[in-house]
């Protein structure tokens, strides 16, 4: 089993920046790959950013510019630095992993508000 656990959320001026954490733990081999989506209220969720353990990024095209997802290997830990924000970035961000253990697994933090007020 792997846990996902994200921190960094909270709430913030429009022009303003944060940081979302998300850690990973528990028995597996490797990660593949990392996520970060979001879900606003009434909205389906998105995918925000990618980033693979090769070091592969992409990004959706509302932030582009803006966030820049990273990754600590050693630490199996994805990171989201979100500047410029927006409004419209108000949402739950979710961590996702893509790991291999005995097979190949995608787990799901529990996800940490991101508030931008105008």
């Known amino acids: 089993q792997v846990q996902l656990v994200e921190s960094g959320g909270g709430v913030v001026q429009a022009g303003g920046s944060l940081r979302l954490s998300c850690a990973a733990s528990?028995?597996?081999?490797?990660?593949?790959?990392m996520d970060w989506y979001r879900q606003a209220p009434g909205k389906q969720r998105e995918l925000v950013a990618t980033?693979?353990?090769?070091?592969?990024?992409n990004y959706a095209d509302s932030v582009k510019g803006r966030f820049t997802i990273s990754m600590d290997n050693a630490k199996n830990t994805v990171f989201l630095q979100m500047n410029s924000l927006k409004p419209e970035d108000t949402a739950v961000y979710y961590c996702?992993?893509?790991?291999?253990?005995?097979?190949?697994?995608?787990?799901w933090g529990q996800g940490t508000q991101v508030t931008v007020s105008s």
């Open positions: 980033i693979t353990s090769g070091g592969s990024t």
């Open positions: 996702r992993a893509g790991v291999t253990g005995r097979a190949f697994v995608r787990y």
């Open positions: 528990g028995s597996f081999f490797s990660i593949n790959d």
